[in-house]
Nanobody, 111 residues
Framework: QVQLVESGGGLVQPGGSLRLSCAAS????????TTWYRQAPGKSREFVAV???????MYSDSVKGRFTVSRDSAKNTVFLQMTNLAFEDTAVYSC?????WGQGTQVTVSS
Protein backbone atom coordinates (compact mmCIF):
# COMPACT_ATOMS: atom_id res chain seq x y z
CA GLN A 1 0.00 0.00 0.00
CA VAL A 2 1.38 3.36 -1.03
CA GLN A 3 1.28 6.21 1.45
CA LEU A 4 2.54 9.76 1.29
CA VAL A 5 2.57 11.60 4.59
CA GLU A 6 3.24 15.31 4.83
CA SER A 7 4.36 16.98 8.02
CA GLY A 8 5.98 20.17 9.22
CA GLY A 9 3.20 22.65 8.71
CA GLY A 10 2.16 25.15 11.31
CA LEU A 11 1.63 28.77 12.21
CA VAL A 12 4.44 31.15 11.37
CA GLN A 13 4.86 34.91 11.25
CA PRO A 14 5.58 36.72 7.98
CA GLY A 15 9.24 36.38 7.12
CA GLY A 16 9.49 33.10 8.97
CA SER A 17 10.49 29.67 7.77
CA LEU A 18 9.14 26.14 7.79
CA ARG A 19 10.33 22.86 6.42
CA LEU A 20 7.75 20.45 5.11
CA SER A 21 8.37 16.74 4.69
CA CYS A 22 6.75 14.23 2.38
CA ALA A 23 7.58 10.75 3.61
CA ALA A 24 6.68 7.80 1.42
CA SER A 25 6.06 4.14 2.01
CA UNK A 26 5.24 1.50 -0.57
CA UNK A 27 6.85 3.53 -3.33
CA UNK A 28 10.34 4.84 -3.99
CA UNK A 29 10.18 8.58 -4.47
CA UNK A 30 13.45 8.80 -6.37
CA UNK A 31 12.04 6.48 -9.07
CA UNK A 32 9.74 9.23 -10.27
CA UNK A 33 8.98 12.89 -9.87
CA THR A 34 7.49 14.29 -6.69
CA THR A 35 5.49 17.46 -6.87
CA TRP A 36 4.40 19.89 -4.18
CA TYR A 37 1.07 21.63 -4.58
CA ARG A 38 -0.85 23.99 -2.37
CA GLN A 39 -4.44 25.06 -2.07
CA ALA A 40 -5.48 28.24 -0.35
CA PRO A 41 -9.02 28.73 0.97
CA GLY A 42 -11.40 29.47 -1.87
CA LYS A 43 -8.76 28.91 -4.52
CA SER A 44 -7.86 26.07 -6.81
CA ARG A 45 -4.84 23.89 -6.23
CA GLU A 46 -1.63 25.34 -7.61
CA PHE A 47 1.76 23.95 -8.48
CA VAL A 48 4.58 24.87 -6.11
CA ALA A 49 7.64 22.82 -7.02
CA VAL A 50 8.75 19.53 -8.49
CA UNK A 51 11.83 17.34 -8.24
CA UNK A 52 12.36 14.82 -11.01
CA UNK A 53 13.99 11.43 -11.01
CA UNK A 54 17.25 12.94 -12.17
CA UNK A 55 17.07 15.64 -9.54
CA UNK A 56 15.98 18.44 -11.83
CA UNK A 57 13.96 20.98 -9.88
CA MET A 58 11.43 23.55 -11.00
CA TYR A 59 9.51 26.14 -9.00
CA SER A 60 6.51 28.29 -9.56
CA ASP A 61 7.33 31.94 -10.04
CA SER A 62 5.55 32.80 -6.80
CA VAL A 63 7.98 30.77 -4.65
CA LYS A 64 11.18 30.88 -6.70
CA GLY A 65 14.06 32.15 -4.61
CA ARG A 66 12.23 31.49 -1.34
CA PHE A 67 11.44 27.77 -1.41
CA THR A 68 13.85 24.90 -1.89
CA VAL A 69 13.02 21.31 -2.73
CA SER A 70 15.33 18.49 -1.78
CA ARG A 71 15.20 14.74 -1.54
CA ASP A 72 16.73 12.28 0.89
CA SER A 73 16.66 8.93 -0.88
CA ALA A 74 17.84 7.07 2.20
CA LYS A 75 14.81 8.35 4.10
CA ASN A 76 12.54 8.13 1.04
CA THR A 77 11.45 11.66 1.82
CA VAL A 78 11.13 14.90 -0.13
CA PHE A 79 11.44 18.21 1.68
CA LEU A 80 10.17 21.67 0.97
CA GLN A 81 12.17 24.33 2.77
CA MET A 82 10.17 27.54 2.84
CA THR A 83 11.73 30.84 3.81
CA ASN A 84 10.59 34.45 3.89
CA LEU A 85 7.00 33.27 4.15
CA ALA A 86 4.25 35.70 3.28
CA PHE A 87 0.53 35.87 4.00
CA GLU A 88 -0.23 34.59 0.51
CA ASP A 89 1.69 31.37 1.22
CA THR A 90 -1.09 30.31 3.60
CA ALA A 91 -2.50 27.07 2.22
CA VAL A 92 -2.70 23.33 2.61
CA TYR A 93 0.45 21.87 1.10
CA SER A 94 0.32 18.41 -0.43
CA CYS A 95 2.81 16.18 -2.15
CA UNK A 96 2.04 14.07 -5.16
CA UNK A 97 3.70 11.16 -6.88
CA UNK A 98 1.92 9.65 -9.86
CA UNK A 99 -1.64 8.93 -8.72
CA UNK A 100 -0.81 9.19 -5.03
CA TRP A 101 -1.45 12.13 -2.76
CA GLY A 102 -0.75 12.83 0.85
CA GLN A 103 -3.35 14.22 3.21
CA GLY A 104 -1.76 17.64 3.24
CA THR A 105 -0.30 19.85 5.93
CA GLN A 106 -1.60 23.29 6.84
CA VAL A 107 0.69 26.28 6.62
CA THR A 108 -0.65 29.50 8.10
CA VAL A 109 1.27 32.73 7.84
CA SER A 110 -0.11 35.27 10.25
CA SER A 111 1.08 38.07 12.49
Amino acid sequence: QVQLVESGGGLVQPGGSLRLSCAASGIILSDGQTTWYRQAPGKSREFVAVITTSGQIMYSDSVKGRFTVSRDSAKNTVFLQMTNLAFEDTAVYSCNRDMYWGQGTQVTVSS
